[in-house]
């Protein structure tokens, strides 16, 4: 599926109502939600992260954990039991130095939804099925082209 947003606000509804579409679904499956996030500097995935976030019922103020690598939210509603992780593997430099033992454990949490941006970094790590948003530029200044697809790695 390709969706064109025209607007950062518009990206942030498309995220919105993706995340209110999964909580809808309530995936069954024994692992956690794994969402990969891939594109350009600047072309959204911390954006759709924002209105993701807003679609679990997040309140908090969604930021880039670039520099710290991850946040932890949970949704303030007690009905809602999960974490959202937000990771971004931008500064991972080679995969061994990720603890691929952590995000091994925390995959196999299924109250957990992990959002990782620049998701290329960890291939390795990755479950066997996942989501996949890649983010492009479009031509106008505030235009991105957003697809979303599920990736079965075997
Ligand atoms: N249609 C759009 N969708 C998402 N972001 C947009 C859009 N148009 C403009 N922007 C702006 O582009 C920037 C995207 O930044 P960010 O989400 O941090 O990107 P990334 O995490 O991919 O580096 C923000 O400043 C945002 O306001
Ligand atoms: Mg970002």
Redesign the pocket.
Known sequence: MIIK????R??HKIAEKFAKELLAHEPKTKKALVIG?K??????????VQGFAKGLGIKNKIV?PTFIIMRIYRPQSKKINFSLHHLDAYRIEKQKEFSLLYFKQMISDPKNIILV?WVDKIKRALPKEFFLIT?NYGKG????IIKFKIVKSL
Do not use: A
């Open positions: 947003s025209k607007s950062t518009i990206t996030l594109g350009e500097l600047g072309s959204g995935k911390t954006t759709f880039s941006e983010f200044k505030n235009e991105r």
